[in-house]
């Protein structure tokens, strides 16, 4: 069944749609295909907002980022970042509160959030849209989708620090300096991709490991994500003693603990509820 025949609840705004295709899932589309799904200020805020609300909703067990039209996200908007350069900063992917670059937050609620996130990335992306996917969880991609920096092309630096977690510095560096994007294949090859399909099946595969992702155990998943930030860069000793006290949380705070390791012992499929 396709996404749209099977959503339950819709919404959002003209720049970002916001559905739930299934049970748990709450799937966003970045919608600014003319500009291949650029960040500007509208966007950034919109995304963001989404991002933060999707934190305390009950509903939202898994999320999936993707673009509308033939693109994932071509980074920051150009046009809209010459406008900021020229003193307009309406458009500006620069948010007014704390003039933060509106991609540096959405990479942090993406990495933070209590839910797995997936990134379908239906088509190129760049800059920071290649921060947006690498921020993800998973990385689902259509055999269109390259990715890199382009940002030397530009002038400009960036895609630093979430591309060499994948890939590694030196890698990243080369990604950087060629000012190109990496094909499907050799994206999937170095890690970037956990998963490369046809561009026709994207939305189905990806649907289908959304659903099972919300039928997990989300609130350990999203303490997990919390240890595996907290360990990043640890000395050996203090991450282990740090894991350590995640697992004495774990039982203490999940629920579905109970039913997986009861489930376990009576050897059935658990039934989580994300509690």
């Known amino acids: 069944m396709r ?9 959002g705004t003209e720049t970002l749609l916001v559905s739930r295709p299934a049970p748990g899932v709450l799937w966003l589309t ?17 995304l963001l907002r989404a991002l933060e609300h999707a934190e305390t909703d009950p509903q939202a067990r898994v999320v999936v980022l993707t673009g509308a039209g033939s693109a994932f996200c071509g980074g920051d908007d150009l ?8 003193g307009d900063r309406r458009h500006s992917p620069v948010l007014g509160d704390t003039a933060d670059p509106v991609y540096l937050r959405i990479v942090e609620a993406i990495v933070t959030s209590p839910q797995p996130v997936i990134a379908a990335v239906n088509g190129p992306a760049a800059g920071a849209g290649t921060e947006l996917a690498c921020a993800a969880d998973l990385r ?25 977690r994948i890939v590694g510095t030196a890698k990243a560096t080369e990604i950087y300096l060629s000012g190109g994007l990496l094909d499907a294949a ?22 289908a490991e959304a659903r099972r992702l919300a039928a997990g155990p989300t609130r350990a998943i999203g303490l997990y994500k919390q240890l595996r930030e907290r360990v990043y860069g640890q000395p050996l000793e203090q991450a282990l003693r740090i894991q350590n006290g995640f ?11 109970v039913e997986g390791a009861r489930a376990f012992v009576e050897k059935r499929s ?3 509820t994300g509690r």
Do not use: K, W
């Not at 996404?3 to 919404?11: K, L, N, P, V």
């Open 3 to 11: 996404r749209d025949q099977e959503s339950t609840a819709s919404g």
């Open 30 to 46: 970045m919608n600014r295909p003319a500009r291949r799904n650029a960040l500007d200020r509208a966007l950034g805020e919109e």
């Open 79 to 86: 046009g809209a970042v010459d406008e900021h350069l020229a």
């Open 140 to 164: 689902i991609a259509s055999d269109t989708a390259r990715i890199g920096s382009c940002l030397v092309n530009v002038a400009q630096t960036g895609t630093a620090v979430m591309l060499p």
């Open 186 to 207: 050799d994206a999937e090859r170095l890690g970037i991709y956990t998963r490369v399909v046809p561009f026709g099946e994207l939305q189905d595969v990806v649907l």
């Open 247 to 257: 697992h004495i949380r774990n039982n203490r705070e999940v629920h579905d603990a």
């Open 270 to 272: 658990p039934e989580f």
